[in-house]
Every structure is written in C-alpha cells, then in structure tokens.
C-alpha cells in the first residue's frame, strides 16, 4: 500500500501516527509514515524516526534540525485529545463548551446519576455514571488524555486521584483551595502514593489568570492543559523564548 493510502486510512482508523518530511537536506523530499502500533511507510530519515516515541506523545506538529544541519518536518495524524472531568458540576459543563471549541472529545464521569446527566451537562460527548475506578477502567486514559477531578469529595477525589496518577494521562488536575490541596496530599501519602507520584497533579489546577466565574476558571484550566501539552509555560507570549507554532527540537 502506498504512503498517501495508508495516511488516508487513518482518518477512518483513528491510528496516530507521524509523516516525517526532510525539506532541507541531502533527503529533501523524502516521506516517511510512521504509526504507533509499528508500521513504518517508506525508508529513510533514520535520526528523525528515532525520536518518534516521543514526538507522538507531545501531539503537534515539529520542526525537527538534525545533526548534519538539515531539517525534517513531523507532522501529526490522530483522533482529538480526550479530556475526562470526574465530578458532574457546572464548572464540567463550562469545561465541556471550551473543549468543543478546541475540537477535543469530552467525557464527564460522576457516580451521582442525578448531576450526570444530558441537562445539566448538554455539552459533554461522553456521560459515564460510575464510581472512579469504575469510570477509568471504561475510559482507559492514555498519552493523549487529560483528567481533571472536581468533586470537592474526598470519597470521590481520591481513589480519582488515585487511579488518574497510575495512568499514561498527560495532565492530571484537581480543584480545590491551596488548604484543601495540601490536606490532599497528605491523604495520599497516607494510602500510598509516592511523594514523587504527587508532582503529577497540578492543584490548584488553572492558570493564574484571575478566573472567578465558572466559564473563567474553566477557561484557566483548559489553558494550563494545553500548555502542559506543549510542555509551556503557560505565561505572556511577548516573554516567551520558544517559537510561537512549529517548533525546532
């Protein structure tokens, strides 16, 4: 099968993969399809491959500049990032809106089946009822998704917390007050998770952008998941060092 069929494919298949292009170099022209479970279309651009784990786990596009000084662009392909929200309140509602408009799929888990539901959260793509475990183990969390946890419950926050931090989830968040966050933390100590473990969670999660109404806080906290997918820093762009789009490893 040729390269363009296969990249055709993955609309249909939801596979993720990268089609790495030299544009400068001795290569230049050269195309090489390479997908997550293996497959490889086309030969070639051995050192720009080789960075493929990780390129695919950042999940946007990348300028790459090789050893000999020429230039490989990795390009993209995948279904849209997931973002899970365990806790069914309204600030789940506002988050689902936002992930709309960024073209992602939302899901919101919430064992209490009176606030999971179509009217209160009409923007959500996925309503589970299920405890925490029970909701991870359906969604099955990987590279490409983000959890954040709302409840404002320990009998809910926790095992959440819990069972987000022992997937490949690429942001792990939770509200709450710096007081709350810190009595949290103790709490997991307490059931056994690494202190190390615990850097994962971003809590307060959101950036500081003086979010008070529940469209504002979560506009701050889609913000930092995409910043944290960009592996940014989330502040002022006129500060910022690294290039606006496309970067250059």
Same mark, same amino acid.
């Given at each position: 099968?040729s !390269? ?5 494919e993955?609309? %249909?298949?939801n596979?993720r993969?990268?089609?790495?292009? $030299?544009i %400068?170099?001795?290569?230049?022209g050269a ?12 030969? &070639? ?6 960075q #493929?784990?990780?390129?695919? +786990? +950042?999940?946007?596009n ?12 990795a390009?993209?392909y &995948?279904?849209?990032? +997931?973002?899970?929200v365990?806790g069914?309140v309204?600030?789940?509602?506002a988050?689902?809106? &936002? ?9 919101? $888990?919430?064992a209490?089946?009176? #606030? *999971?539901?179509?009217?209160r959260?009409?923007?959500?793509d996925?309503l589970i009822?299920?405890?925490p475990?029970?909701a991870? $183990? ?5 590279h490409?998704t983000?959890?954040?946890? !709302?409840?404002?419950?320990?009998? #809910?926050?926790e095992?959440?917390?819990?069972? $987000?931090?022992?997937?490949?989830a #690429?942001?792990v ?8 966050? %810190?009595r ?5 100590l307490e ?8 850097e994962r969670?971003? &809590?307060?999660c ?13 506009l ?7 910043a944290?997918? *960009? ?10 060092k690294?290039?606006?789009h496309a %970067?250059?490893e």
């Amino acid at each position: 099968m040729s !390269l363009i069929h296969r990249l055709a494919e993955l609309r %249909e298949s939801n596979e993720r993969a990268l089609l790495f292009t $030299a544009i %400068e170099g001795d290569e230049a022209g050269a195309k090489v399809l390479v997908l997550e479970s293996g497959e490889q279309v086309g030969d &070639g651009l051995d050192q720009a491959v080789a960075q #493929f784990d990780e390129l695919i +786990r +950042r999940g946007r596009n990348h300028l790459i500049r090789l050893d000999d000084g020429s230039k490989v662009f990795a390009e993209w392909y &995948g279904p849209p990032p +997931r973002l899970l929200v365990y806790g069914a309140v309204d600030t789940a509602e506002a988050m689902c809106r &936002g992930a709309k408009l960024l073209g992602w799929h939302s899901i919101v $888990a919430d064992a209490r089946a009176k #606030f *999971a539901t179509p009217e209160r959260i009409p923007s959500a793509d996925e309503l589970i009822v299920e405890w925490p475990q029970e909701a991870l $183990a359906q969604v099955r969390p990987d590279h490409q998704t983000a959890i954040v946890v !709302l409840t404002h419950d320990d009998k #809910f926050d926790e095992p959440a917390l819990i069972g $987000a931090l022992e997937t490949e989830a #690429f942001y792990v968040g939770a509200l709450g007050s710096r007081r709350n966050q %810190e009595r949290r933390r103790e709490r997991l100590l307490e059931a056994g998770v690494e202190e190390s473990t615990l850097e994962r969670i971003m &809590g307060p999660c959101g950036l500081d952008i003086g979010a008070d109404t529940q469209e504002e806080t979560a506009l701050s906290i889609l913000a930092e998941i995409l910043a944290v997918r *960009a592996q940014r820093e989330g502040g002022f762009l006129k500060d910022a060092k690294k290039r606006i789009h496309a %970067e250059i490893e």
